[in-house]
């Protein structure tokens, strides 16, 4: 189930969710994930993902379409509202994954520790391989690990508007699945 605040964004997901035939597995809520979510109970949720907004208030250029500016800087929700919306909807043994850039490593780690989510696995994703690291991935649970595995970097680019094999291989394997 994924929740989504814009109401325009949310008609999109679920338009996405049926023309890609995830219709049985997957569902859009239109909401805030702050409050309530209809048809969710705390500590039922195996796997939470977010693409949390990407730059705090003040950070970067405002985008003057709101609707972008809310997917990317944190106007309606802060990286610590998804960890503690994580926190209370993640089941003992679920997992939880986010994306963000990887300047806010530090702010994924201390918000994890804080909110007993352990970083597990760490992944940095380079736009090319020559270039530093602008995302990272992390996924952690409320498990008690030794230390965060640091995964091979992931490279989008292989050439100009040339996706790398490896994330051919990924997109192909969402989509046959």
């Known amino acids: 189930m994924g929740v989504e605040i814009q109401p325009q964004l949310w008609e999109f997901a679920c338009r996405n969710i049926g023309e890609n035939g995830f219709g049985g597995r997957l569902s859009a809520v239109l ?4 409050d309530d979510i209809p048809g969710l109970s705390p500590r039922s949720v195996d796997l939470v993902v977010s693409n949390p907004p990407y730059r705090k208030i003040g950070e970067g ?20 509202d998804v960890y503690a919306a994580a926190e209370r909807y993640l089941s003992p043994r ?20 804080a909110t007993g989510i352990q970083p597990e696995t760490v992944r940095f994703i380079h736009p090319h391989a020559d270039e530093p690291a602008n995302r990272v991935l992390v996924a952690g649970s409320r498990r ?15 050439a100009r508007g040339q996706y790398h094999p490896e994330v051919e291989r990924i997109f192909e394997g969402f989509f046959r699945g």
């Open 31 to 34: 909401g805030d994930f702050r």
């Open 61 to 80: 250029r405002r985008n003057p379409d709101p609707r972008k500016e809310i997917a990317r800087h944190e106007v309606a929700c802060t990286m610590a």
């Open 94 to 113: 679920g997992r939880f994954a986010m994306v963000c850039p990887s300047y806010r490593i530090p702010e994924m780690f201390a918000l994890g520790i």
């Open 144 to 158: 008690k690990a030794a230390e965060p595995a640091i995964l091979p970097p992931l490279v989008v680019y292989s």
